[in-house]
C-alpha cells in the first residue's frame, strides 16, 4: 500500500481499518488540499502574438483617430478579437495603454539603432550626426505612424503620471549620444556641446511635428538642420 500524498509506503495494521496515509503530517498536507484547493495556471494560447496583435490596434487607433477613441470595444474590434480576449492579456485598459507604449520606445529604438549601426563605417561623423537627428523625423510611413502615436501619447501623459514615466526619465540616451557625435565631428569654438545637443533635439522633433501637420517641407527641414549643424561643427 501507497500514501496517497506522499506514495510512500504504509505499513499494514495489526487490526482495524486499512489506513491511506504514512503518518499525520501527510494526513494534514491532503486536509488542508481539500480545504484550500490550488487554483490551476490558464493555458495561454498564442501569448505573443495575440498580446502584438492586440498593441498594434492600440497604435492603428492612436494613429488614425486619437487615444481617446481606445475604448476596450473599439481596440478589440480593431484586433478582430472578443473584448474578452483583451481583458485576458491585460489587467485592464491602463494596463495595456502603457504596455502598448513602452512596446513602441523599445521598437523605435530597435530600428533607429539599425538604421544608424548600417552607416557605422562611414568616415565622415557627420553622417551619423545627420541620421542620428533624422530618426527624429517623420520621412517614411513607419515613422509617421509612431510619430502620430507618439503625440497621441504626449498629450495623454501630460495627465497620466504612468504614461509620463514612459515620456520622462533621468538618463537623456539620444541626447548624450548627439553630444558624442558633435565631439567627434569636431565643434566650434566656445560651442557648449552638451546644450547644443539638447537644443538639436527638442528643435529636431518639434520640426518633425511640423512635417506631419503639412507647415513645412522635408527639403525645408533638412536646410533648417544643415544650417545648425553647419553652424555647429565649424571646426572642420
Known amino acids: 500500500m501507497t500514501c496517497r500524498v506522499c506514495r510512500g509506503a504504509i505499513r499494514p495494521p495489526a487490526r482495524g481499518r486499512r489506513p491511506v496515509y504514512c503518518s499525520r503530517a501527510c494526513?494534514?498536507?491532503a486536509y488542508r488540499s481539500r480545504r484550500d484547493p490550488p487554483v490551476p495556471v490558464p493555458?495561454?494560447?498564442?501569448?505573443?502574438?495575440r498580446r502584438?496583435?492586440?498593441?498594434?490596434?492600440?497604435?492603428?487607433?492612436?494613429?488614425?483617430?486619437?487615444?481617446?477613441?481606445?475604448?476596450?470595444?473599439?481596440?478589440?474590434?480593431e484586433a478582430e478579437v472578443s473584448p474578452r480576449v483583451v481583458q485576458y492579456h491585460f489587467a485592464d485598459?491602463?494596463?495595456?495603454?502603457?504596455?502598448?507604449?513602452?512596446?513602441?520606445h523599445r521598437e523605435n529604438e530597435i530600428r533607429a539603432r539599425e538604421r544608424i549601426i548600417a552607416l557605422r563605417d562611414a568616415a565622415d561623423p557627420r553622417v551619423l550626426l545627420r541620421a542620428t537627428l533624422e530618426e527624429l523625423l517623420p520621412?517614411?510611413?513607419?515613422?509617421?505612424?509612431?510619430?502620430?502615436?507618439?503625440?497621441?501619447?504626449?498629450?495623454?501623459?501630460?495627465?497620466?503620471?504612468a504614461l509620463a514615466e514612459v515620456f520622462l526619465h533621468d538618463a537623456n540616451p539620444l541626447e548624450d549620444l548627439v553630444a558624442a557625435l558633435i565631439t567627434a565631428a569636431?565643434?566650434?569654438?566656445?560651442?557648449?556641446v552638451a546644450r547644443e545637443a539638447d537644443l538639436l533635439v527638442g528643435g529636431v522633433s518639434g520640426l518633425g511635428l511640423d512635417l506631419l501637420h503639412g507647415r513645412r517641407t522635408r527639403?525645408?527641414?533638412?536646410?533648417?538642420l544643415d544650417y545648425h549643424l553647419g553652424r555647429i561643427l565649424t571646426g572642420r
Request: charged share 25%; no cysteine.
Open 186 to 192: 569636431g565643434p566650434g569654438p566656445s560651442i557648449d
Open 219 to 224: 527639403a525645408d527641414v533638412r536646410r533648417t
Open 52 to 77: 502584438r496583435q492586440i498593441v498594434e490596434a492600440v497604435w492603428r487607433i492612436a494613429a488614425e483617430r486619437g487615444l481617446q477613441m481606445a475604448t476596450v470595444r473599439e481596440i478589440a474590434a
Open 93 to 104: 485598459k491602463h494596463d495595456l495603454l502603457v504596455t502598448a507604449l513602452r512596446m513602441l
Open 43 to 49: 493555458v495561454e494560447a498564442e501569448p505573443a502574438g
Open 27 to 29: 494526513q494534514a498536507r
Open 139 to 161: 520621412l517614411d510611413d513607419q515613422r509617421q505612424a509612431s510619430l502620430r502615436v507618439m503625440a497621441a501619447y504626449y498629450a495623454r501623459s501630460l495627465t497620466d503620471p
